[in-house]
T-cell receptor
């Protein structure tokens, strides 16, 4: 079975230009995450979807970032306009949010990420 | 203060050594805990979940202390292939929110 698929793998753009990232989660996974990871840091959550609903977007810079998950499957993350400080790896992850007894089963599977360089 | 804090690292250890990583979390509403492993320029992958009673998977042992809000990972008999960054991850179940929050990671370099 295919894992989480992201595209493109690499993107170089000039500042002030728009950019979009695409994510196809594992089939059947209802939860989808977008994370940002800077060098030497852990992933930081941007937005989390439960099916098609954005349930946690408190860390998403809404003045320039937007995301959508139409039909609760694929998702896109957009930056417009990009700034130099947006250079990072953008990771998409998905999980099947279910419960086994009282223990949440929320292992997240990550895609390979999109490495964005803004020049 | 970050919600999940880890030892800064890097840890440089010889093959065969035992090494321990620590992690503290700030939100007492945390419900589930994990260790992820991330190789250089790769995506994070689940290493193991952390259960209240502690759990072991081969050379890896995870411990949880809810009272102190503290998680640890012990690696015995280190192998060269254990070289990676280890990420402490906490799942906060707070008024319906459920999101994996990562620490900054601890880098381990096992040397021959």
């Amino acid at each position: 079975e295919a894992g989480v698929v992201q595209s493109p793998r690499y993107k170089i753009i000039e500042k002030k230009q728009p950019v979009a990232f695409w994510c196809n989660p594992i089939s059947g996974h209802n939860t989808l995450y977008w994370y940002l990871q800077n060098l030497g840091q852990g992933p930081e959550l941007l937005i989390r979807y439960e099916n098609e609903e954005a349930v946690d977007d408190s860390q998403l810079p809404k003045d320039r970032f937007s995301a959508e998950r139409l039909k609760g499957v694929d998702s896109t993350l957009k930056i417009q306009p990009a700034e130099l400080g947006d250079s990072a790896v953008y990771l998409c992850a998905s999980s099947l949010s279910s419960y086994s007894g009282t223990l949440p089963n929320t292992e997240a599977f990550f895609g390979q990420g999109t490495r964005l360089t803004v020049v | 203060r970050k919600e999940v804090e880890q030892d800064p690292g890097p840890f440089n250890v010889p093959e065969g050594a035992t090494v321990a990583f620590n992690c503290t979390y700030s939100n007492s509403a945390s419900q589930s805990f994990f260790w992820y492993r991330q190789d250089c320029r790769k995506e994070p992958k689940l290493l193991m979940s952390v259960y209240s009673s502690g759990n072991e998977d081969g050379r890896f042992t995870a411990q949880l202390n809810r009272a102190s809000q503290y998680i640890s990972l012990l690696i015995r008999d280190s192998k060269l292939s254990d070289s990676a960054t280890y990420l402490c991850v906490v799942n906060f179940l707070d008024t319906g929110r459920r999101a994996l929050t990562f620490g900054s990671g601890t880098r381990l370099q096992v040397q021959p």
